[in-house]
């Protein structure tokens, strides 16, 4: 059962780190996204794209792992905010966690439909009359995640510089949280 500790002013460790790790394989596969086709066709190309499919996967797995443990296991600490406010980051949170999981069955779609070959050891089946379509979704809801992310990331920086309320050293690392 998850914890709810009035004295704590941080989350525990296994949430920090995966949020953090959650953060970081979004905006990396993102940045890979954005150079996969400056590669020359073969195997530079379908190296880059195997990592970025492989990071993909490794996001997927983050999330088998981060939701349970949210609503079962990390610890709990009271809203930073009420009524409007705490609606809006609640709501963002939820979209964040529905916008990610939807993305990485997407990207996985996405390899598939495309026939994607693995490090030109494994190539999927593919289904090429739905590549175009999975593919501009999977950009498109990529773009919308950064978007709500930077929403996300902007109103954590507002907490910390202008209410100055410590609601971002609550998700900081030990070392850089203060």
Same mark, same amino acid.
């Given at each position: 059962?998850?914890?709810?500790?009035?004295?704590?002013?941080?989350?525990?460790?296994?949430?920090?780190?995966?949020?953090? $790790?959650?953060?970081?394989?979004?905006?990396?596969?993102? #940045?890979?996204?954005?150079?996969?086709?400056?590669?020359?066709? @073969?195997?530079?190309?379908?190296?880059?794209?195997?990592?970025?499919?492989?990071?993909?996967?490794?996001? #997927?797995?983050?999330?088998?792992?981060?939701?349970?443990?949210?609503?079962? @296991?990390?610890?709990?600490?009271?809203?930073?905010?009420?009524?409007?406010?705490?609606?809006? $980051? !609640?709501? &963002?949170?939820?979209?964040?966690?529905?916008? &990610?999981?939807? =993305? &990485?069955?997407? #990207?996985? !779609?996405?390899?598939?439909?495309?026939?994607?070959?693995?490090?030109?050891? &494994?190539?999927?089946? @593919?289904?090429?009359?739905?590549?175009? =379509?999975?593919?501009?979704?999977?950009?498109?809801?990529?773009?919308?995640?950064?978007?709500?992310?930077?929403?996300?990331?902007?109103?954590?920086?507002?907490?910390?510089?202008?209410?100055?309320?410590?609601?971002?050293?609550?998700?900081?690392?030990?070392?850089?949280?203060?």
């Amino acid at each position: 059962m998850a914890k709810t500790i009035p004295y704590a002013t941080r989350y525990d460790r296994k949430t920090v780190v995966l949020h953090w $790790a959650t953060a970081i394989l979004v905006v990396l596969l993102w #940045g890979i996204a954005q150079i996969i086709d400056v590669f020359p066709s @073969g195997a530079p190309r379908i190296d880059v794209r195997s990592v970025h499919i492989t990071l993909g996967v490794i996001l #997927g797995i983050v999330l088998l792992i981060r939701v349970p443990w949210r609503l079962t @296991g990390g610890t709990k600490l009271p809203p930073a905010d009420t009524g409007v406010l705490q609606l809006a $980051a !609640t709501l &963002v949170h939820y979209l964040l966690y529905a916008l &990610v999981i939807i =993305e &990485v069955l997407l #990207g996985l !779609t996405n390899a598939y439909v495309r026939g994607d070959s693995l490090y030109t050891l &494994v190539s999927l089946p @593919g289904y090429r009359p739905w590549r175009h =379509e999975v593919g501009s979704l999977h950009g498109t809801v990529a773009t919308i995640i950064l978007i709500v992310a930077g929403v996300h990331a902007a109103a954590a920086l507002g907490h910390h510089y202008i209410l100055k309320d410590g609601v971002l050293r609550r998700m900081l690392p030990d070392r850089w949280g203060g």
